[in-house]
């Protein structure tokens, strides 16, 4: 029903910066919220940021806030997370997911239904 596709990891260092793409392509289901979620080894997946095609709404995880972007490109049904003065600590594998819309507890994982593959992003120091 949905398939998401990431793009755009690899390895940088410290300060540096990467673009990840997140590609949707959906037949019975229309998505309004794309969100990052990113999983370093040994923990738990977390909140990266979200964004909304109707209204634009954006949120981030404070651990992100200011260096990294989340934009949407409805046209090309692409989401991007720009990601700048990257930091060792932002080495992981970094997910999309997709929903109808926010529901209230959009931050958790367990939310979500559609996932990508994951794109991996390593940040050396």
């Known amino acids: 029903q949905v398939q998401l596709v990431e793009s755009g990891g690899g390895l940088v260092q410290a300060g540096g910066s990467l673009r990840l793409s997140c590609l949707a392509s959906?037949?019975?289901?229309?998505?309004?919220?794309t969100v990052w979620f990113r999983q370093a080894p040994g923990k738990e997946r977390e909140f990266v940021a979200s964004?909304?095609?109707?209204?634009?709404?954006?949120y981030y995880a404070d651990s992100v806030k200011g260096r990294f972007t989340i934009s949407n490109d409805n046209a090309k049904n692409t989401v991007y997370l720009q990601m700048n003065s990257l930091k060792p600590e932002d080495t992981a594998v970094y997910y999309c997911?997709?929903?109808?819309?926010?529901?209230?507890?959009?931050?958790?994982?367990?939310?979500?239904?559609?996932w990508g593959q994951g794109t991996q992003v390593t940040v050396s120091s």
């Open positions: 997911a997709a929903a109808d819309a926010y529901y209230w507890d959009f931050q958790s994982a367990g939310e979500y239904k559609y």
């Open positions: 959906a037949r019975t289901f229309t998505v309004d919220v």
């Open positions: 964004t909304s095609r109707s209204d634009g709404r954006t």
